[in-house]
């Protein structure tokens, strides 16, 4: 993966707990995070003793890297949010610069652990699509956010099978946020991705969980055994 063709951008623990409705029961299951990249997520729950592992291409690079790429990021980022403002909802972030400020503390969070983070393997440079080298039904739980589905626009159909089968593999549940694409549309292949998991004998739905930011995004999709 070229690093200029990756977008990070990383979210806080709060939200996370949020976009996935995480109990207290949730945050103390063995957790995959899929496409973490520069969230605080792992830092913090590994901080408060859970077991976290994130996988994400972006951490193939060096923590300069990740920080220049994220400076040049910023200002692409910010742009789309001033041209689209009316796609958000303003009540949890009161403005564009609140936004921008929480979002480059979780980045700093994580860059700040990215290093002991990979020793500790709890970083891993892995693509979600590729067989991933974890034993069947290892993780409790696998938590996608802003990866799978918001971007079925750049990837297909095809890549989400490969994606959600391989990560069903080795995780009992996961779970995916937001089920929209970046243009605040539904994925356009979400009923035949609840339908196909159904058809093999998972248990596939939609859950409203207590976080919105993109109008409409206060649900995420929930395949388990
Ligand atoms: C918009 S960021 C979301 C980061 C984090 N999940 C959050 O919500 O704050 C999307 C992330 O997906 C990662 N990504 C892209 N393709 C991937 C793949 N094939 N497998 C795993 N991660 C991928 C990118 O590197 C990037 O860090």
Redesign the pocket.
Known sequence: MELDS??????SYEEYIKMFSLSEEDINKSILG??????SFNYSLTRRGGKITS????YGFTKQQIKGRIDKTRKLVIGQLRLHQQQYRWSSFKSIGALAAARMEAMGLFLGDFDIGKTEGRYLSL???NCLPFGVRQFELALS???LLLYSKQLSYEFHLD?INEIMRIAKELRIFPVLTLDGDRCPFLGDLITHYKSKGFIANLQRVDYEFQVGGHEMLVIKY
């Open positions: 990756i977008v990070p951008w990383g979210r899929c496409g973490d990249g520069p969230s996988i994400d291409p972006i693509e979600l699509q956010s802003h990866l994606a």
